[in-house]
Structure formats: C-alpha cells, structure tokens
C-alpha cells in the first residue's frame, strides 16, 4: 500500500497537512470497511455483532470517508469575519421572564449533561462526574439538586439526560441508583465508540470488538444529536411534549437554567443558541463564533493555519469564545438528522501517541452544528455561565470563599470587590486531588486574590488570607510550609519555611 505524501496539504485541521494526499482513497475506504466487517466477527454473539454493523459502523465509515474526501480543503481565512451584532444577542439585553412564562417553557424543557470523561487528569478512577466540588457534593449531585429544585418550584417534570462515553457508562449506571427517590426523571444513553486509526496507513488500530479500551475513543460531543437519535431517546423526548434542550458540559458548574435564554429562543423562532462569552487571557484557545460565508460557524483553534494562530488568539478580533453551553430545538435536531445535514460537520483531527504507536482521532464539536440550524443565534452570557472545573487550581477557586451554594448552584461572594474570578495556578505537586486535598489544610480567603502561583512542595495551613498577587515557590529539594493564619498581598515566598517560621 502507497504511504502517504507526506508534504501535501490536508483539510480544516492544520495538523492533518503531514498526511498528504493518497492516490487511491476509494480502496482506503474499501480496505477500512473490511477491517471494520473483520473486527465484527470477533463479537461475543450476534446481537453485539449486528448491532456494531448496523449502528456504528455506518457513522465510523461516514466519518472516515468524509475525511478522505475533505481533506484538501482548507477554511479560507479571508472569508472569516468577526459575527455581526445581530447574530450574538448580548445577555443583559434579554427582556426579563414572567414567572408564569417561565413554568409554561419549562414544562417544555429537558436538560443534557456530557457526561463522558474520565477523573484521571486529576488522580480518580471513574468518571468526572463523581468527583466531589463543593459541600461533599459531586457534578452529578449539583445537576441533580438543581433540577428538583427546578421542577418543585414551577410543578414541572424536567428529565435529566446524561450523555455518557464507554469509559463511564457502566459506573454512572450504578451511581444513578442513588437518585430513583430524587423525583428527578434521570435518562441515560452512550455516545459511540470509534477505533483509534494508525496515522501510517490510515487503518483501524484494534482487531477486536472488545480488545483494549486504548484502542477507541469517544468520537468528541458532537456526536451528542447522532447518539440521541440512535438511542431512541431523541423521538422518546419528543413525543413527551419536550420542545428544547439544553446542553452543558457536567464540569461546568456554571452551567444552570436560564430561562431568560429560553424566551428568546422561543420568541425569536431560534433553533440554535450557542452561549459564548468575553475572552480573557486564560480563554485564547477556545473556540469562536464566527460568520463565514453568511452564516454562523465554530472556529476552532485545531482549524486555524499555523501561520494565522496568534491572530486567532487575539482579543481584539475574536473578543468571544464558546462556552460550550448550547440550546437546541429538539424538532430541528430530528430534522437535520433526517436530512443529513450533520454529515457535514467540520471534522478535528486530534493525532496523539497511544502505546508507542501514532493514531489520529477523528472528532467533532457539539458547536461546530450551529451552522446547519436555521435562524441560529450567540447570546453572549456572563463570565459567571462558565465554570469549568478542569483541574485542582479550578477546584480550589469553586470550594474557595469565592463561593457559596444555594439549591445545587454557585452563587459569587457580593464581598468580592471584583467580577472576575482570580488566575489560580497549582504546580505539579497539587495535580492529584488526593495530594491537593493533603496539602491544603484549609482553603484561604481568596476574596481579594488577583492571581495565585504555587509551585514545588508547598503545604498550606488553615485560616490563610491571599491577596493581590501571591506567588509561592518551593525550589528543588526545598520545602515550603505555610503557617496556619498567615496573610500574603503582592508577595513572593521562596527558598524554606516550616511552620513557626512567620
């Protein structure tokens, strides 16, 4: 089989112009199937069998196909522009909800959580989801409170949906148990599940069904409308009279009910809401929202040409990033499904390293849908909607005095003299939970922190004040100990201190 040319360009994604072009991409698509059809007979029965022919080979195969077939092409980066002002509603300009309004669009209302990673960036086993945040309660634990909370209030009956990947969907099986007495309606589907492929020849890495999970991937959260569709729970939904959906990341505590968002949905005839937000220098990765040739798009940072990547970061011409938190007309998902307009979603090509060996993963963005939707919307939403919890630094900002919970949401402190949240940056020696949680005896009052550094072997004592900028530094072979009581403002610690030493 021919290699690839090696200094040919490739599509959307930078990072796929060391792939160049292949002479026969009709028998790579041909060889690819067959490997796929080889993988089914290695099936514990037929039911696994024909239900991985007839439900996922079909997306992996469209996928892989659309791949081959796009990947001359390039976004042409004269035609991006910044979105006009009608296409991103700004927040505070939303006209403000009636409370029987409000109970009248929730009745038609369920909410989806992503619920597909895994806690192994910060040291857990099992899924994100069951990591403790804030008063001993978890993700899952806030998405719930907040939905009964919801349906007490208005005497509704929002479902929660979870879309889970294959590396959680077993344990949040048994942990939804917990709830069947919530009174919160809990669904849960998987996502699909994709073979890694050799980035060499281009073939699926695993030659078993169920060989090592290293092997596939969930393929990104835009798979969200094909797996709601292939669950079944897409035309369960709305034959239950539900009309939108809301859909968040689950790390994102931020990400609660808005019905001020929902009116203006529904008013405007929108099928499509994408949450973006001001960028700050922590968010200059993120995707944007963008017009390119008319209508709205996700520009994604794996998409821009090396050569245009700082202007992508730019504050000045892309001032908004995505959050993430979408809203979607339920009968417009059904519909474009129907007509296949989601085929042709932007595809990310994310290479990686796995087992010594080279792949690439083909995936795409629940975002990078907004295009195919008639009539479809930004609404540019407080800093305050987005609340990622992606690592113990964003963990101690979330259980900090920064905030406090009121019925499973996190509300800011009215002391902070500030709206932003301060830039928190834990070394290496925090980036277990387990180490962050035996190294900080007490989270400090960070009400008039600016930015936080800590690096090397550093213990925190309890009843700490931080303010202003406060940058901790433990050198190699030091140790830094920080007396209980202590209070840093715009000051650098560095070398040794134990306790008693202040």
Not at 34 to 42: G, M, Y
Not at 172 to 193: E, M, P
Not at 262 to 277: F, G, P, R, S
Not at 484 to 492: D, L, P, Q, R, T
């Amino acid at each position: 089989m021919m290699k690839p040319d090696l200094n040919s360009p490739l599509p959307q994604s930078p990072q796929l112009q060391s792939f160049g072009s292949r002479s026969s991409d009709l028998a790579t698509e041909d060889l690819f199937l067959k490997k796929l059809e080889a993988i089914s007979q290695t099936a514990p029965n037929e039911n696994v069998k024909n239900e991985f022919l007839n439900k996922e080979v079909p997306s992996i195969n469209k996928l892989f196909t659309r791949f081959l077939k796009n990947r001359k092409k390039v976004i042409d980066w004269d035609k991006i522009n910044p979105p006009p002002a009608d296409m991103v509603l700004n927040y505070k300009d939303l006209p403000a909800i009636t409370e029987q309004r409000t109970s009248e669009l929730a009745s038609k209302l369920a909410v989806l959580k992503l619920n597909g990673g895994l806690g192994t960036t910060m040291g857990c086993t099992g899924p994100k989801s069951v990591i403790e945040v804030r008063s001993e309660k978890t993700f899952l634990d806030l998405s719930v409170q907040q939905i009964k909370e919801m349906n007490e209030r208005y005497n509704i009956k929002v479902p929660l949906v979870l879309m889970n990947s294959f590396n959680t969907h077993q344990e949040t099986g048994k942990i939804i148990q917990k709830y069947k007495y919530s009174d919160v309606k809990i669904h849960s589907f998987n996502q699909s599940r994709f073979p890694r492929i050799l980035k060499d020849n281009l073939m699926p890495v695993p030659d078993k069904l169920f060989g090592s999970d290293s092997e596939w991937y969930p393929p990104g959260h835009g798979d969200v409308f094909f797996a709601l569709q292939n669950s079944g729970l897409l035309e369960t939904l709305i034959n239950e009279g539900k009309e939108y959906l809301f859909i968040s990341n689950v790390d994102n505590l931020g990400a609660v009910v808005d019905f001020n968002i929902l009116e203006a949905m529904d008013k405007n005839k929108v099928e499509y809401i994408m949450e973006v937000t001001n960028k700050t220098r922590a968010d200059v990765k993120g995707g944007t929202l963008i017009q390119y040739e008319g209508k709205a798009k996700l520009l994604e940072i794996a998409q821009v040409p090396s050569s245009k990547v700082e202007e992508f970061k730019s504050i000045k011409k892309f001032k908004i990033f995505n959050t993430n938190n979408i809203w979607v007309n339920l009968k417009a998902i059904d519909r474009v499904l129907k007509q296949n307009l989601l085929d042709d979603m932007d595809i990310i090509i994310n290479p990686k390293v796995a087992d010594g060996k080279s792949i690439i993963q083909l995936e795409i963005a629940a975002g990078a849908a907004i295009e195919f939707f008639n009539n479809a919307r930004g609404v540019n939403v407080p800093r305050s909607r987005f609340l990622p919890v992606k690592s113990t630094s964003d963990l101690f900002i979330v259980q900090s005095n920064l905030y406090s919970l009121e019925k499973g949401v996190l509300v800011m402190n009215k002391n902070r003299p500030f709206t932003t949240v301060p830039l928190v940056k834990l070394g290496d020696n925090f980036k277990k939970v387990s180490d962050y949680q035996a190294r900080i005896k007490g989270i400090p009052d960070i009400l008039e922190l600016d930015q936080l550094t800590v690096s090397g072997d550093v213990t925190f004592g309890q009843n700490m004040v931080l303010k202003g900028t406060v940058i901790i530094v433990a050198n190699h072979g030091s140790r830094i100990d920080i007396p209980e009581g202590s209070e840093f403002e715009n000051k650098v610690v560095s070398g040794n201190l134990h306790c008693g030493a202040l």
